[in-house]
Nanobody, 123 residues
Framework: QVQLVESGGGSVQAGGSLRLSCAAS????????MIWFRQAAGKEREGVAG????????YYADSVKGRFTISQDNAKNTLYLQMNSLKPEDTAMYYC????????????????WGQGTQVTVSS
């Protein structure tokens, strides 16, 4: 079965950096999207950054463009999210998710989810 396991969350001050990781296993898609969502308290879950395989096309939400970078190591089946210049409004639970085919922005399009990792940014 597909398993996604996130790590790397924590507490940082505004302006700091964190790198999230998502170790993936058990999937057999040859064309797929892996994406980071986040959900702040009382808010909807939103897509932050996604990457499509093959080709490596990426997507970023406007709120994180220029600050976050999504990447993947296919040899390690691991997805990363490098987060720089963090802001208090980036505070949320971050989830990685996987679907076959092209990336979409709705959480309901994704079949597989990790358990989440908390990111807290203090001012």
């Amino acid at each position: 079965q597909v398993q996604l396991v996130e790590s790397g969350g924590g507490s940082v001050q505004a302006g700091g950096s964190l790198r999230l990781s998502c170790a993936a296993s058990g999937y057999t898609y040859s064309r797929y999207c892996m994406i980071w969502f986040r959900q702040a308290a009382g808010k909807e879950r939103e897509g932050v950054a996604g990457i499509y395989t093959p080709g490596g096309s990426t997507y970023y939400a406007d709120s994180v463009k220029g600050r976050f970078t999504i990447s993947q190591d296919n040899a390690k089946n691991t997805l990363y999210l490098q987060m720089n210049s963090l802001k208090p409004e980036d505070t949320a639970m971050y989830y990685c998710a996987l679907k076959g085919g092209y990336c979409g922005l709705s959480r309901y399009q994704y079949n597989y989810w990790g358990q989440g990792t908390q990111v807290t940014v203090s001012s």
